[in-house]
């Protein structure tokens, strides 16, 4: 659980905008917990930033673990410094009046969608671990591509590479994902282009 949660953590950087949107709110009322932090006298509770946390990993035993466990102290000071450092720069960004610029607003869109995309290609991906069998097929159909391909002399064997194995299963599986959701959003939303302005890369 230790080096999960401090993997996930490790992601902070990408922060939903829901977790950045929790220290703004007033969920709990008459919040007297002590300050863990503030931006420009903008107070953060440690209410605040466990629901910030809560609301970032949405699983309450990792976010319980996260929050207690001794051995996690520096991946929260970094997710709440990561917290700060955002707060701070929308602060900056507001007063500078960046938030109205044009430019600005597209790339923000642009970022947000990126962002809910990798969510929703996650939410995609299986939760188990792959089985040594499902590995043992992965690697035979790669045996068999390979030699399609007049390639497979000097492969190693399933052994040889079953450890690596995970790793490549995962991102196909991640790419497979993706492909899904692209299926899912064009059936969903479909879209139509006049006549001389679809992308040519767009199926």
Do not use: H
């Not at 919040?31 to 931006?39: F, H």
């Not at 994902?177 to 692209?182: G, Q």
């Amino acid at each position: 659980m230790e080096m999960r949660a401090a993997r996930t953590m490790g992601m902070a950087g990408l922060l939903a905008l829901g977790a950045l949107g929790a220290l703004g709110c007033n969920r709990v009322s008459k919040d007297n917990s002590p300050v863990v932090a503030s931006v420009n006298g903008e107070k953060i509770t440690q209410n605040a930033f466990e629901a910030a946390v809560k609301d970032y990993l949405g699983d309450p035993a990792k976010s319980a673990d996260f929050l207690a466990n001794p051995k996690l102290k520096e991946q929260r000071n970094q997710f709440l410094g990561t917290l700060v450092n955002q707060k701070a720069l929308l602060q900056y960004v507001k007063a500078d009046g960046l938030d109205k610029d044009p430019r600005a607003q597209i790339e923000v869109q642009s970022a947000v969608a990126n962002a809910y995309f990798q969510i929703l290609a996650d939410r995609l991906m299986p939760k188990a671990e792959p089985t040594e069998a499902e590995l043992k097929a992965f690697y035979d159909d790669y045996v068999l591509q390979a030699k399609a391909a007049n390639q497979a002399a000097g492969l190693p064997s399933f052994d040889q590479v079953k450890a690596q194995l995970p790793g490549a299963f995962k991102r196909k599986q991640a790419q497979q994902a993706r492909e899904m959701l692209l299926t899912q959003l064009n059936q969903k939303c479909p879209v139509v282009f006049a006549d001389g302005y679809r992308p040519a890369q767009m199926p």
